[in-house]
């Protein structure tokens, strides 16, 4: 068992693949990516955007400076990553996949009606920039996560859960960016004569 098995139960942080993810199949990539990454978004954000709800009700006032504008930012990034994750997932994971089997099967693939891969991943590309600017901007928000010196505890669980959603995020896009993307930009033009 590798460590990036399961790499963000709730009893650690996530922790860098250690799998060497240049030479496996892309699919087992994708169900990778989708089952450890998608899946620990789907779980966390949920919890994580009613915690961060709940205690700027229960701050009330004290909330104003640094919660709920981290709300704000939380919850347009999440709404983000719901619709980015389905894209990937219903419209480019599915194509990679499709292309990769066509190639081992030496059917030559016919062009996607997107034109080309490169499309749908650039689209993905910019979505991935949005959410480095959300996480940068929360970063800011609360000087880097340091607990204030009010309210210390009810801060604690909060930015530890904020702080490990960055950390896995960081991998899962990671693994988009540099390898997905480029391996399926490589296989495509293989595929596709
Ligand atoms: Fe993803
Ligand atoms: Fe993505």
């Given at each position: 068992m590798t460590s990036d098995t399961n790499p963000h139960g709730r009893a650690g942080a996530p922790s860098l693949p250690?799998?060497?993810?240049?030479?496996?199949p892309l699919r087992e990539l994708i169900g990778h990516i989708v089952q450890q990454h998608h899946e620990y978004l789907r779980e966390e954000m949920p919890t994580i955007e009613e915690g961060l709800e709940l205690m700027t009700v229960k701050l009330g006032e004290r909330a104003r400076g640094t919660l709920v504008p981290l709300l704000d930012v939380f919850t347009e990034m999440k709404n983000e990553l719901d619709d980015h994750m389905r894209k990937e997932e219903m419209i480019l994971f599915p194509f990679i996949e499709r292309t990769e089997r066509y190639f081992e099967e030496g059917i030559p693939a016919e062009p996607p009606p997107f034109g080309t891969v490169r499309n749908p991943i650039q689209t993905m590309l910019i979505d991935h920039d949005s959410t480095f600017d959300a996480l940068k901007q929360m970063r800011h928000l609360t000087n880097g996560y340091t607990l204030p010196g009010e309210d210390r505890e009810a801060h604690e669980a909060l930015y530890k859960g904020l702080e490990e959603l960055e950390s896995d995020l960081r991998i899962h896009i990671h693994l988009e960016n540099d390898i997905l993307f480029p391996r399926a930009q490589a296989l495509e033009s293989d595929a596709i004569r």
């Open positions: 250690t799998t060497d993810w240049s030479k496996k």
